[in-house]
Nanobody, 118 residues
Framework: QIRVVESGGGLVQPGESLRLSCVADGFTHGYTFRHYDMSWYRQAPGKEREFVASITNVYLSTRYADSVKGRFTISRDNARSSVYLQMDSLVPEDTAMYYC???????WGQGTQVTVSS
């Protein structure tokens, strides 16, 4: 059973940074973390879940939502079965629950809360 666990959320002031981490394990049938593209999504109170960033498994190609482009950076470490989201210059509009997503198997983590407030 694939397990996805996020960490690193918290309360920060506008302009500050946070780094989210996600570990995914439990892959079967000869597949491992390195076989899958990974994404981060977020969901603010009263809003639908939205795409934030993604990274492919082999060529490490990245894609970002326009709202975070230039401020957030997604990366991965296949040896650690981990994907990261470096978030800089945070603004109150970034406040949300952030979710890690394994594409292919379509598995979500439980989320980690990010709150940006003065």
């Amino acid at each position: 059973q694939i397990r996805v666990v996020e960490s690193g959320g918290g309360l920060v002031q506008p302009g500050e940074s946070l780094r989210l981490s996600c570990v995914a394990d439990g892959f079967t049938h000869g597949y491992t973390f390195r076989h899958y593209d990974m994404s981060w999504y977020r969901q603010a109170p009263g809003k639908e879940r939205e795409f934030v960033a993604s990274i492919t498994n082999v060529y490490l190609s990245t894609r970002y939502a326009d709202s975070v482009k230039g401020r957030f950076t997604i990366s991965r470490d296949n040896a650690r079965s981990s994907v990261y989201l470096q978030m800089d210059s945070l603004v109150p509009e970034d406040t949300a629950m952030y979710y890690c997503y394994v594409q292919g198997p379509a598995v979500w983590g439980q989320g980690t809360q990010v709150t940006v407030s003065s």
